[in-house]
């Protein structure tokens, strides 16, 4: 960290002496074929001594200066604060016009003009002093505005962060939520089926058990492939199938270019539940869930529906404010903002459909083929 203070000081320090070389040439030439213009004899060279050594003697000031700023930065603009900096400014000024008038000595011993140091003063303070006194304001106030920029740009960084921290934990509470439900669920099939049929039971705790390993696996992450999810899914379908036998019945149509899409953890599992829990469940007769993904452009175009009877526009409103369709809109919500859609309706002619829309983003982890269920 000390190294890169260090690095990042010479650096400034860099700029700050490039900068006055460019101003020092740019008012050299500009003095100089002024003065050309109105016929006075005089050098580039004269210019640019006279240009560097008022631009080169004000970087070297700029660590008082600054200095001075930073001591008086809490005085928050009030009428102290400029009369504090009024009173810097003149030391600096003065000192500005001895380097000033130190190098017109220089240059009348080295042109034999014969002007003394009295004389040479006058003329400096005369055509220097007031105009030194500006430059001073302009580099306090150039630093007060990076300062001020810095510290908006630091703010904004800090409550990105906040931000996303908190999107962050709204998220992981959501997750929270969705576990046990699907968890709880669970165990109240094995409940059941343990009277009834204590192998099937004794499978679908093994199920279970492979299941929980694979979320403990992937725990924390809020976004994994959409091969990873169906991994997740089919092991949550052979615990329904189980439970429902040949009463349940689930087609799977997902494209070979979606598997290595993005997709929220556990995003799937609620919807297929939601679909088993009131369009299969109910009913004594056969039913069919059906899982759909395929890519659109940009997006990754997501579908689950079942073969109920489909519900009304109360229903439906009602129905999507249960724990796993409000927690899935949520998370949806946190991830992806405006981005995503979510919508819940009724099938062409039968049944009842979930449709998830988010942007297609590809995992880095390589193509992978979910396992078949």
Request: hydrophobic residues 45%; contains cysteine; glycine residues 6%.
């Amino acid at each position: 960290m000390h190294k890169e203070v260090k690095l990042a000081r010479w650096r400034r320090t860099g700029v700050a002496f490039a900068l006055a070389t460019l101003l020092g040439l740019f008012f050299a030439t500009k003095f100089y074929y002024g003065w050309r213009a109105a016929g006075m004899p005089t050098t580039w060279t004269k210019h640019f001594w006279w240009q560097a050594m008022e631009w080169y003697s004000w970087v070297i000031f700029l660590p008082g200066i600054f200095w001075i700023c930073r001591k008086l930065e809490r005085l928050n603009r009030s009428w102290k604060f400029v009369a504090l900096h009024l009173a810097a400014g003149i030391p600096f000024a003065l000192l500005h016009c001895a380097v000033l008038t130190t190098g017109a000595r220089v240059e009348a011993w080295v042109l034999e003009t014969g002007k003394s140091w009295l004389d040479l003063t006058a003329i400096v303070l005369r055509n220097h002093f007031h105009s030194d006194l500006f430059t001073y304001a302009v580099i306090v106030t150039v630093w007060h505005a990076l300062e001020y920029y810095r510290k908006v740009r630091e703010h904004e960084r800090t409550a990105t962060e906040l931000e996303k921290n908190l999107a962050l934990a709204r998220l992981q509470a959501l997750r929270t939520q969705l576990q046990p439900h699907f968890l709880f669920n669970t165990l109240n099939s094995i409940t059941t089926l343990n009277h009834d049929d204590p192998k099937a039971a004794n499978r679908m705790i093994a199920r279970l058990s492979e299941l929980l390993r694979m979320s403990l696996e992937s725990d924390g992450a809020q976004e994994v492939p959409l091969s990873r999810e169906l991994d997740f899914l089919h092991g949550y379908l052979d615990i329904q199938r189980i439970r429902f036998g040949e009463r349940l019945t689930v087609h799977l149509d997902a494209d070979s270019n979606t598997l290595d899409a993005l997709v929220p953890n556990l995003l799937l599992q609620p919807l297929v539940e939601n679909a088993i829990c009131h369009g299969i469940a109910p009913f004594s007769k056969p039913g069919e869930v059906r899982i759909s993904a395929r890519r659109d452009q940009k997006s990754l175009y997501l579908q689950v529906s079942d073969s109920g009877p489909g519900m009304t526009v109360e229903k439906i409103s009602e129905r999507g404010r249960g724990v796993g369709l409000a927690n899935t809109r949520a998370r949806l919500q946190e991830l992806y903002g405006h981005a995503q859609r979510f919508d819940l309706a009724n099938g062409t002619e039968r049944g009842f459909r979930v449709e998830v829309r988010i942007p297609f983003v590809e995992s880095r982890q390589g193509n992978t083929t979910p396992s078949s269920g």
